[in-house]
Nanobody, 117 residues
Framework: VQLQASGGGLVQAGGSLRLSCAAS????????MGWYRQAPGKERELVAH???????NYADSVKGRFTISRDNAKNTAYLEMNSLRPEDTAVYYC????????????WGQGTLVTVSS
């Protein structure tokens, strides 16, 4: 399984960005996807997660500002980020949890989001 993340960049505080994570390979039909982030000097933290059935959960710090969605036909997850704050600056990593054929988590390469004040 390969994950290709895109959409990061530099944005001013209050602005918006949309991250994409496209999955390819032996995904099978049952999987969840999500995003973590890691800011300089901090541990990686969960940002948002979407289950195979479409249930979502978010970190408290992004609730009401970020929205995760998925397009099963494209095997792609999206993270719509609005009202961005400087503290959202981090490298964002997407992941895919595959459940068919035994559980395994896959990670994409990070994409840098920088929010200027």
């Amino acid at each position: 399984v390969q994950l290709q993340a895109s959409g990061g960049g530099l944005v001013q505080a209050g602005g918006s960005l949309r991250l994409s994570c496209a999955a390819s390979g032996s995904i099978f039909s049952i999987y969840a996807m999500g995003w973590y982030r890691q800011a300089p000097g901090k541990e990686r933290e969960l940002v948002a997660h979407i289950s195979n059935g479409g249930s979502t959960n978010y970190a408290d710090s992004v609730k009401g500002r970020f929205t995760i969605s998925r397009d099963n036909a494209k095997n792609t997850a999206y993270l719509e980020m609005n009202s961005l704050r400087p503290e959202d600056t981090a490298v964002y990593y997407c992941h895919l949890d595959r459940y068919s054929g035994g559980y395994r988590r896959y990670w994409g390469q990070g994409t840098l989001v920088t929010v200027s004040s």
